[in-house]
């Protein structure tokens, strides 16, 4: 059993700042990679930004420059610091992790509640 708990959600004005944290709980014999997805209102969810095991990053185009996505592998924690935001980020965001469970021993994609991030003046 693996799970995530997501927290840094909230109401924020243009311009602002916010610091997203998920952390990744349970039998984890190896962590693939983090990351999260992001769900607009009346949109699809779409990728945000991914971190891999060895560091390696990816960003969304709408979000390079602005957001920085970080992880500490002692506490099985990923962050996304989240700058310049604009109404446009308002949406769920979703941590997501690919893990290889240490008690199935197989490869899983485990996927947080989601936590609201409104930007609005």
């Known amino acids: 059993q693996v799970q995530l708990v997501e927290s840094g959600g909230g109401l924020v004005q243009p311009g602002g700042f916010l610091r997203l944290s998920c952390a990744a709980s349970?039998?984890?014999?190896?962590?693939?990679?983090m990351g999260w997805y992001r769900r607009a209102p009346g949109k699809e969810r779409d990728l945000v930004a991914t971190?891999?095991?060895?560091?390696?990053?990816n960003y969304a185009d709408s979000v390079k420059g602005r957001f920085t996505i970080s992880r500490d592998n002692d506490k099985n924690t990923v962050y996304l610091q989240m700058n310049s935001l604009k109404p446009e980020d308002t949406a769920v965001y979703y941590c997501?992790?690919?893990?290889?469970?240490?008690?199935?021993?197989?490869?899983?994609?485990?996927w947080g509640q989601g936590t609201l991030v409104t930007v609005s003046s």
């Open positions: 997501n992790a690919n893990v290889i469970s240490g008690t199935i021993q197989k490869y899983l994609e485990v």
């Open positions: 349970g039998n984890i014999f190896r962590i693939i990679a």
């Open positions: 971190i891999t095991s060895g560091g390696s990053t």
